[in-house]
């Protein structure tokens, strides 16, 4: 499961779940990004963001983190590390984790025709997200050689982006992300605004 996780939340260890406890996969690899190409607003430093990846996980059992996008140096994509873990790992069969959001933003990667060669993509609805409109998404990608899952998992109505707007405004993070993520995010300060900051 690929992603900023900036930060990690409740939602991403519930999909991570689900995975396993579906039988879609025998582990989960979680891989926060370095240096992604789509973000950059906001962003906290990337051993914060492996950090608090570390502590979610702890006694989490089939999950575990991969270090490869937070070493590398550059611009940081996809289609790369697919690369690299399937020569590091010539005996896995790879599924890559996204939303059903990721999806139709899919054409928009580098070499969108190479990473569906290299993995299956398992995908998974988020809320807003239509399944309809999701399934032909998958069916026309499918025509151009893709395997495609829809996982089964519960939607949870959380966002990192949302959680960071929570932290600014001092509100409770309770029940959205980990205790332990929590109190990493109050000790080293972060997501916090400048106004915030000042205090």
Known sequence: MGGSFN???CGHLNLGRACLSGGYAESVLFLPSGNPPHKRQ???????????VELALSG??????????????????TVDTLRILRERMPGCAFLYMIGADSLRQLHTWKQPENIIRQCTLLVAMRPG????STMETARRWRLRGAEIELMDAPLMDVS???IRDRIAHGQSLDGLVPGCVEAYIREKGLYLTDEEDAR
């Open 160 to 162: 990192s982006t949302g």
């Open 129 to 132: 997200e239509d399944r309809e």
């Open 7 to 9: 930060p990690i939340h």
């Open 42 to 52: 906001g962003l906290a430093d990337k051993r914060d963001r492996l950090r608090m």
């Open 60 to 77: 989490e059992a089939g999950m575990g983190v991969c270090r490869e996008e937070i070493e590398r140096e550059g611009v940081i994509y």
